[in-house]
């Protein structure tokens, strides 16, 4: 036997490797297969090396090292799932070179911070792609949708106690300063947005400019007619109907008589409708899903809420599980992108009724409308806000788990749950 018989040992460059102290998870971004590595010294060594910059996924094996079970059993699994396997060294006159994927510079959303000069501005303004506008509130007193659900996704409610508008000139203003940027929707929220003063004017100026428009109504807004279906007739006569979407949301216990008339009135309409439900419990979804195949609705969305008290629910329906994680297949693109922003939350930015304004309804204001303009809000974003950047990478217990990137960026509900970890992977401690 030749003991100094050797292969290269190579694992293949679209295999994303995380490895978190005794555990290693190999990721076939091609085919979504998975190779979980647990306790196994020996073979989280090689890993470990095989993943370190210099060695570019090869590295040198010899017989006494293949030779071991728990290290073939290794090689015989990464080739069965077509991640790598070994070569002969014979054949080659050097180490075979891999391209390991990374995020180019070029690539990067955060490039322009080493810029001199005007390019920044530009640059910066390009990384702006959705913007909600909630244009109004109405006083606790007289109204009862003042609640946190646009915490949690968007959603037509007040946005604070306070009675408030946005001023129709500086919401023009903030629009056009979005001019050259990469925005392609604007979202009209608030509570009751047809009984915004300037909703005629408001709905004028957004059908000149070139892009999708989602306005959100409750389903409840329906009881004052006149403003409900005038709101209707806008959007109806709009010479760029075809980029407007209405989301209306129903949440339970619905008002069953009041449901049936909103769907009758709608339906006869020329506009794009999106029926989106809120679901809090199981019951919810059944009713929801009772409604969509009973009338017919082709376009709908479930939002789940997080009432403080339904957790049971959300660990239920909501929480991931290994196999979910997986079978999003998330790409290689999108593993890379994840370890640099946050892409549920990155270029969006959020105004609500008080002229506070957000990158993220859940983090600290950056600005106010008004005083501040869009660029300012942007660069304070990129430079100082975390939003933008809140990797699964920078919190616990994510930090420890191999799932990190193959995970759903982290989102609104796991500020409203309060834990980062909304998955069934990690639990007491372990993954
Ligand atoms: S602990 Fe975090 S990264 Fe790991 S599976 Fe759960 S949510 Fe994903």
Not at 224 to 238: A, C, K, P, T, Y
Not at 293 to 320: E, M, Q, R, T, V
Not at 345 to 358: A, D, Q, Y
């Amino acid at each position: 036997m030749n003991s100094k018989k050797s292969y290269w040992l190579y694992i293949d460059p679209y295999v994303h490797i995380s490895v978190k102290n005794t555990t290693a998870l190999l990721y076939n971004t091609l085919n979504g297969k998975v190779l979980e590595v647990k306790n196994t010294p020996s073979v989280i060594k090689i890993i470990k090396q095989l993943k370190m910059l210099d060695n570019t996924y090869v590295i040198k094996l010899f017989q006494r090292e293949y030779k071991k079970p728990e290290i073939a059993k290794f090689i015989n699994n990464i080739s069965d799932l077509f991640m790598g396997g070994l070569l002969d060294t014979s054949w080659y006159k050097k180490k075979p070179i891999q391209i390991i994927p990374e995020l180019r510079i070029m690539d990067s959303p955060y490039r322009f911070l080493g810029m001199k000069g005007e390019n920044w501005g530009r640059d910066i303004l390009s990384k702006l792609i959705e913007i909600s506008l909630y244009i109004n509130s109405r006083s606790k007193n007289n109204h009862s949708k003042i609640n946190n659900t646009f915490k949690q996704f968007l959603f037509p409610s007040s946005t604070s106690n306070d009675k408030n508008e946005l001023n129709i000139e500086q919401l023009k203003k903030i629009i056009c300063q979005c001019k050259h940027s990469n925005l392609y929707n604007i979202n009209i929220l608030g509570d009751s947005i047809i009984n915004y003063s300037y909703l005629r004017e408001l709905v004028s100026f957004l059908n000149t400019i070139p892009m999708k428009k989602s306005y959100f109504l409750h389903y409840t807004d329906f009881k004052d007619f006149r403003n409900f279906s005038r709101f209707i007739n806008f959007l109806n006569n709009s010479q760029t109907k075809e980029k407007i979407i209405l989301n209306i949301f129903f949440n339970f216990l619905l008002e069953e008589k009041l449901f049936t008339q909103v769907l009758e009135f709608l339906k006869v309409q020329h506009i794009k409708i999106n029926y989106c439900f809120v679901i809090q419990k199981e019951e919810d979804f059944e009713e929801a899903e009772l409604k969509v195949n009973k009338y017919d609705i082709a376009n709908h969305s479930y939002f789940p809420f997080y009432n403080g008290k339904n957790l049971k629910y959300f660990k239920d329906a909501i929480f991931l599980t290994k196999k979910e994680v997986v079978e999003a297949k998330p790409s290689q693109k999108e593993i890379l992108r994840r370890t640099i922003i946050n892409d549920t939350k990155f270029g969006k930015l959020t105004i609500l009724s008080n002229g506070n304004i957000h990158s993220d309804v859940n983090s600290p204001k950056l600005g106010d409308f008004g005083t501040h303009s869009i660029l300012e809000v942007l660069y304070k974003e990129v430079t100082k806000g975390k939003s933008w950047r809140q990797l699964r990478s920078n919190v616990l217990p994510c930090r420890k788990c191999t799932y990190q990137y193959l995970c759903p960026p982290l989102s609104n509900y796991e500020s409203a749950i309060g834990r980062n970890n909304i998955c069934h992977i990690w639990g007491n401690g372990k993954q």
